[in-house]
């Protein structure tokens, strides 16, 4: 069984660019999170994909935005970077979208400069 | 507005004592709750929870209490060891069963168990 894989690890862009992270879901798993996680802080709701659609979004602006794929693994983007990007990006995935328990990948630290 | 709050951002225990990690929470729908242990450079990793339904859960050596009335949890650790040292986060979460769970969760909390 393979868990949360995410990629790349680390990543350093400039202010204004794009940004694209990915996740394979763990085996079995149809659902998958993203948090961003800020220095000093606990992770914080992005948003939830099940069935290659936004299902649930959190305090993010639209320049956050995301896809699933039919294997379900994912991805994360970022327009426009701004320096307050810069954090740590976690997936999660779950067995179902009303699933409590999440399984987290390693994460991606995004550094903006 | 921290609707989970984890006052303690650190705790240093000796080994083989009790490690008890403090955690409050604001917001009434919350209805089920998690501890996650964060080691540097890896992702959070789930550890126990409790459903409100519930004051207690034990699992080995952590048990997590939870006090409705006074919106707290805590989490026991018993006895500590060394590879116990982690960042640890509580969650909270609405009733399961919602179509789109999320979790809210605090700053953490840095445990160290010393030798």
């Known amino acids: 069984e393979t868990g949360v894989t995410q990629s790349p690890t680390h990543l350093i862009k400039t202010r204004g660019q794009q940004v694209t992270l990915r996740c394979s879901s763990q085996?079995?798993?149809?659902?998958v999170s993203w948090y961003q996680q800020a220095l000093g802080q606990g992770p914080q709701f992005i948003f939830q994909?099940?069935?290659?659609?936004?299902?649930g979004r959190g305090n993010f602006p639209p320049r956050f935005s995301g896809l699933q794929f039919p294997n379900y693994s994912s991805e994360l983007n970022v327009n426009a970077l701004e320096l307050d990007d810069s954090a740590l990006y976690l997936c999660a995935s779950s067995l179902d979208p009303g699933a409590e328990k999440l399984f987290f990948g390693s994460g991606t630290q995004l550094s903006v400069l | 507005d921290q609707q989970v709050k984890q006052n303690s951002p650190s705790l240093s225990v000796q080994e083989g004592r009790i490690s008890i990690l403090n955690c409050d929470y604001t917001?009434?729908?919350?209805?089920?709750f998690l501890w996650y242990k964060k080691y540097p450079a890896e992702g959070p990793t789930f550890l126990i929870s409790?459903?409100?339904?519930?004051d207690k859960n034990e699992d080995g050596r952590f048990t997590v209490f939870l006090n409705k009335s006074a919106k707290h949890l805590s989490l026991h650790i018993v006895p500590s060891q060394p590879g116990d040292s982690a960042v640890y986060f509580c969650a909270a979460g609405p009733n399961s069963g919602g179509s789109n769970y999320k979790l809210t969760f605090g700053k953490g909390t840095l445990l160290t168990v010393n030798p």
């Open positions: 994909y099940y069935r290659e659609e936004e299902n």
């Open positions: 085996s079995g798993h149809n659902t």
């Open positions: 917001n009434s729908m919350f209805d089920y």
């Open positions: 409790i459903s409100s339904i519930k």
